[in-house]
Structures are given as C-alpha cells and as structure tokens.
C-alpha cells in the first residue's frame, strides 16, 4: 500500500502495516451489533479476507465487500450503508472510531445520521453502574410505566434499535377479535325460523314420544376471511416487519362461541413485486414466520407498485377472495411510483370481490395528512376507511376502529 507521501491516496480504512486496519474494522463489527446488525466472528474473519482480495484502494470496493459478507438481512442494508459512510469519514480520527463515536470534520460538524439504529450504535457507550438492571429483564419489570407509555406512543420510524426490539414483542401481545358475520351453516339453537326436526326428535325420544319443545336451526357465526397487504417498499421499512409480527400474531386464531379456532388468511407483501405470505404465516411460532418471510421477498425496501400487483393478485390468486365476504387490510402509506390507472382499475375490481378494503397508512400520524400522491388518491376513493397505524397505541384501538367501520 502506497502512503502519503507517495503522493498517493491513503485509503479510509487505514494503513494495514501499522496495525489500524484490524482495530478499525473490529470497531465498526461492534458498532454494526449494537446497531441490530447479527456480525459474529466468523463474518468479521470473512470480512479480513474480503478486504485482502479487493484491496483498500478505493472506497466504494472497500464498502462493497464488507456489505456482502456482513449483512445477511435486506432489512440490515441501509443501516449498514449509512453506519458505514459515517463510520469511515475521517482517517484521522482512529482514536475516536475506536470509542465508537461519530468523527468531525474541522469546520462545520456533519449532520446525525437519519436512523435511530445509526444514531444509537455511534453514540458512546453509557456507563454501568454496580446497580444496573440486567439484561434479561422482563419488560414490565425493565421499565417505569412512564417508560412504558412513552415507548407505546412512540412513532415506529423514531425507535432505536433496543426500543424497536421491545416494541416487536409488546404488538404480539396486541388482541385484534374481528367482527363476526352469519355463515351459511346451522347449527341447533334456541331462536331461528326452521325447526330443526333431527334435535326436536331426539328430544321427543327422551320424553316418551312427547314433543315438549322446538329446537330451531340458528346460522353460525364465523369470523371473516383476512387478505392482508402489507406494503415492504422502502418508506415502508420501519413498519413492515412489526406490522407483519403483529397481524401473525393477533390473527392466528380467534374466539367464537368459548371456543378458538383458526382464521382464513391469507397473506401478501408487495413491492415491485407480490410475494405470497401464506405458507409463512401458517407457521405457528411469530419469529419463524418473519424468517421465512425475509427469506421469500425479494424486493424488500424497493420501489412500490401496487397496481401491477394486484394484477397478478387477480390473474393468479383469485381465488382467494372467498365470495365477497373477505375483509382486506391494505397496509400501505400510499407512495406508488405504477400507473394510477393501473392502479385504479385493479382497486375497482378488488373492491367488487371483497366485503370491505380498510388502508392501514402509517403516514397519518401527521396531523394534517392529506392523500395528495396519485396513488394515495386511488387507495382513499376505493378503501372504505383509512386507519393509523404508526405506534402501538394504535395498534390497540385498531379492533374497535374496524369493528365501526365493518358492519
């Protein structure tokens, strides 16, 4: 490697021969873990001979080798990206790198990273104290109920990393009973217009041949059928993973008549394309859907096209729908970069194969939101209700909001 004086380029990273390559990038591996980046030391030890093979003669080879072998979640790019360009800026100030904390320039200071897991991983660690809680804590013991409120208030888009975690598990305890509806099966009761002769009968039998009493055929209850959409494009990174482990858990089963049984859903994420989630939400366990489901999208924090997916919705899963009775959950802020008259037209169609379309936007937490966008003007003619779903205070009312607006 050429030094300085040289007159060559000293790469970011260090020179290697002075032993700062190996204490940098050890370094950044702590701060890529404490940001929610999984890095063990076997992908740091792949990361050294990464850098071995591409050399650190330029910046973009260095950054794009550490990412390849460092960032096993799509999920993980973007932090990984910014964490790296804020990490690496200043060659100078390897002694600060070290205490992971953000470097400065001479002059005017660099502005905050935008993500909260950014923010949290270069910020300096804080101080134990002998009396310090542990870490395996359970929740309502690990904090204040002020603490609690706050968090449950909290914009998902603002959360930390450690936050986000706790967050993920307090919206599995979410409950969400849907509205229930008469189904076309009978069953023996008390009140209905036909008599049920087999029940009535047998109840003659037990009596001597007397007929005391008429048993009526009364129609069962049964929730709705679930199409759930949950948008995985980039402005939707945020919420699309605690959303999905929210509606897994809160749909897995419901409760009709004393009894609990499983629900029909069926599940999609879209993006620039439509993956189907159903074999991942018949997974019982939450953590092994979100698995499987990081494993099946393939165009995760991308662009959004919603119309060309509802296309292929209509052209291949159809059948899904089950006659006009299936409730669907759009979950989605709007941002559609597709044709509005795709979109519109496959809107039209979807809505006259559904018993409602509810749009989950996570964008209403502005006060004065309007659906200005092409896209959000389609998704608010077609919906029959637009719901907030930014924060886990409004997770817990959302069964009373859908309860309103399904009759």
Do not use: I, K, N
């Given at each position: 490697m050429q030094t300085a004086a040289s007159g060559h380029h000293v790469p970011q990273l260090g020179d290697a021969r002075r032993g700062k390559l190996a204490a940098n990038l050890g370094a950044f591996g702590r701060a890529l873990r404490r940001a929610g980046v999984p890095v063990d030391a076997a992908r740091m030890a792949l990361a050294q001979q990464a850098l071995a093979l591409t050399g650190l003669a330029r910046r973009e080879d260095v950054g794009a080798a550490l990412e390849t072998v460092l960032v096993s979640r799509e999920q993980d790019r973007g932090v990984f990206r910014e964490l790296f360009d804020s990490f690496f800026r200043d060659p100078q100030l390897a002694h600060k790198l070290l205490a992971q904390m953000l470097p400065r320039a001479d002059g005017c200071a660099a502005p905050l990273p935008e993500r909260p897991r950014v923010r949290e991983a270069l910020a300096p660690p804080k101080a134990q104290t002998p009396a310090a809680a542990p870490q395996a804590m359970d929740l309502d013991a690990a904090m204040s109920a002020s603490a609690l409120a706050r968090l449950k208030a909290a914009d998902f888009n603002q959360l930390s990393a450690s936050e986000y975690q706790l967050v993920e598990r307090l919206v599995r305890d979410i409950a969400l009973p849907l509205p229930t509806v008469a189904a076309r099966r009978v069953r023996a009761g008390s009140r209905g217009a036909r008599v049920h002769w087999p029940r009535s009968l047998h109840?003659?039998?037990?009596?001597?041949?007397?007929?005391?009493?008429?048993?009526?055929?009364?129609?069962?209850?049964?929730?709705?059928?679930?199409?759930?959409?949950?948008?995985?494009?980039?402005?939707?990174?945020?919420?699309?993973?605690?959303?999905?482990?929210?509606?897994?858990?809160?749909?897995?089963?419901?409760?009709?008549?004393?009894?609990?049984?499983?629900?029909?859903?069926?599940?999609?994420?879209?993006?620039?394309?439509?993956?189907?989630?159903?074999?991942?939400?018949?997974?019982?366990?939450?953590?092994?859907?979100?698995?499987?489901?990081?494993?099946s999208i393939r165009d995760y924090a991308g662009g959004t096209r919603l119309g060309e997916c509802l296309a292929e919705l209509r052209t291949r899963h159809a059948r899904r729908l089950v006659g006009r009775r299936t409730l669907v959950l759009i979950v989605s802020d709007g941002l559609d970069t597709g044709a509005p008259e795709t979109l519109a037209q496959e809107l039209a169609w979807l809505k006259r194969h559904a018993r409602r379309i509810l749009w989950l936007n996570p964008l209403l937490r502005f006060g004065g939101y309007a659906p200005l966008a092409q896209g959000a003007q389609a998704l608010h003619r077609a919906a029959d209700g637009m719901l907030a779903v930014h924060d886990v205070t409004r997770l817990e009312q959302l069964a009373r909001a859908i309860a309103a607006l399904v009759r």
């Open positions: 109840a003659a039998g037990r009596s001597g041949g007397e007929l005391l009493a008429l048993a009526r055929r009364q129609r069962r209850r049964e929730s709705l059928p679930l199409l759930l959409l949950v948008d995985v494009s980039g402005s939707m990174e945020r919420y699309a993973r605690l959303l999905l482990a929210f509606l897994h858990a809160a749909t897995r089963q419901v409760s009709l008549g004393g009894r609990r049984v499983r629900l029909r859903r069926d599940a999609f994420a879209f993006g620039t394309h439509l993956t189907d989630l159903t074999p991942a939400f018949a997974q019982a366990d939450t953590d092994a859907m979100l698995a499987q489901a990081g494993r």
